[in-house]
């Protein structure tokens, strides 16, 4: 083995040990910032099964599996069930960051217009998925 193969050997050795004990380096934030990420990816899941469902409800409704009734409440319930979830979502997200010296404008003060643009590209969402089936 020449030289410059074991000066590089001994390099990639000491990087890849250094690499694999930063985790112990850390510390508990490490395991913090795991335990935070886990529990997040949970409420997106959760989230995300809110969604299937109520899209589920909506095709069972549209087929005529279920009654107006059940739909209704099925759908206001798992509807506001995702919306917990997601206002849950958005709090681990604002703990986890720092705060920005410029603030992002509190929901109220939302213009009709920022509202209308949201209403309309939800209309041409649910245009576009009826055109693909």
Do not use: C
């Not at 193969?5 to 694999?20: E, W």
């Not at 469902?53 to 107006?68: F, P, W």
């Not at 217009?113 to 245009?127: L, S």
């Amino acid at each position: 083995m020449s030289g410059e193969a074991l000066v590089l050997s001994i390099l990639i050795l000491a990087l890849g040990t250094l690499y694999l004990a930063l985790p112990f380096i850390r510390g508990g934030k490490v395991k913090e910032n795991s335990e935070q990420a886990r529990e997040r990816l949970k409420l997106v899941a959760a989230y995300e099964r809110a969604l299937m469902t109520v899209r589920d409800l909506d095709e069972d409704y549209q087929v005529g599996k279920l009654s107006q009734e059940t739909y209704a409440a099925e759908r206001a319930r798992w509807t506001e069930h995702g919306a917990m979830l997601l206002e849950m979502i958005e709090q681990k997200n604002g703990e986890g960051k720092k705060s920005s010296k410029r603030s992002k404008p509190a929901p109220e003060t939302a213009s009709a217009a920022d509202d209308d643009a949201v209403e309309q590209a939800i209309a041409a969402y649910v245009r576009a998925r009826e055109n693909v089936r």
